[in-house]
């Protein structure tokens, strides 16, 4: 009786476990380029686009770094679904376990709608261009800047640095506070006491030397549009001008300041007189 060489066998099934080894490893590796080429690619997106356009300029950025951490998200996920049913595959036959996965698919889908929701609701966040990372938004009680988004979460985080997890299924509606342009307002109370057409030429001659120190931020002239109200406070008349997303703040901040050296100045007296 010829009696089998376990030697050779042992030899054949190493050699073959091995060759499985290297061409998952060799699947991962070829996968993890891919990701980081993909990623290195998405992230030169913006530099192809014209300049002059800052808005336009801002908005693909953000867009880019959006798209890039949603092709990151969805990539690891299916490059390791496919390591890991390549793995299982070398020691078990998968077919049963496909079948078996897409009956148990089905089940948990209907008691997963929340989270097939969100996925959903994020593909067309992306699709739509609703807003992206570097955003500031306000969704529902929440407000800040979008900092990560995947299909199924959006990030953010707000001025005071706390961190929001939002489902993207339940962004029912979003206010973006930094799309294009923004309005920088300042309204300023003073009392009737004031002479009201010496007040708007200061104010129309701090809104020159706004437009002359801060030039590159602002997108048009500033604009006095006049008394907005009248209260037990004093004659409230507002300013405003456009000025780029990110740099409201820094340029409401500047107005005020210029605004109160110039009140100085011409000493006009925002405190109310008691009335005798």
């Known amino acids: 009786m010829l009696q089998p060489d376990l030697s050779r066998l042992d030899q054949y099934l190493t050699v073959g476990f091995l060759k499985s080894l290297l061409r998952i490893a060799g699947i991962l590796v070829v996968g993890l380029i891919a990701l980081k080429l993909v990623n290195s690619a998405i992230k030169r997106i913006w530099a192809i686009v014209p300049g002059g356009d800052q808005s336009r300029v801002t908005r693909i950025e953000n867009r880019t770094e959006t798209l890039r951490h949603i092709v990151a998200s969805v990539g690891k996920i299916l490059l390791w679904g496919v390591v890991i049913l390549m793995i299982i595959d070398k020691f078990y036959d998968i077919t049963p376990l496909l079948t078996g996965v897409g009956i148990l698919g089905l089940a948990v889908g209907f008691g997963a709608q929340a989270l097939v929701k969100d996925f959903i609701s994020g593909f067309f966040i992306l699709l739509e261009d609703q807003y992206g990372v570097g955003d500031a938004v306000r969704i529902g009680d929440h407000e800040g800047v979008v900092e990560h988004m995947t299909l199924r979460t959006t990030i953010l985080r707000n001025f005071e640095g706390h961190v929001h997890v939002i489902p993207n299924g339940a962004v029912v509606s979003v206010s973006v506070l930094s799309r294009d342009w923004a309005r920088a307002v300042v309204d300023v109370t003073v009392p009737y006491t004031v002479e009201i057409g010496r007040l708007i030429r200061v104010l129309e001659e701090?809104?020159?030397?706004?437009?002359?120190?801060?030039?590159?931020?602002?997108?048009?002239?500033?604009?006095?549009?006049?008394?907005?109200?009248?209260?037990?406070?004093?004659?409230?008349?507002?300013?405003?001008?456009?000025?780029f997303p990110s740099k409201r703040a820094d340029v409401t901040r500047e107005w005020r300041r210029i605004i109160k050296e110039a009140f100085e100045r011409e000493g006009i007296d925002l405190s109310q007189k008691p009335q005798t």
């Open 206 to 243: 701090t809104g020159t030397g706004l437009y002359r120190e801060m030039k590159d931020l602002i997108i048009e002239k500033p604009q006095v549009y006049g008394i907005e109200k009248l209260n037990e406070a004093g004659v409230t008349v507002r300013l405003a001008v456009k000025t």
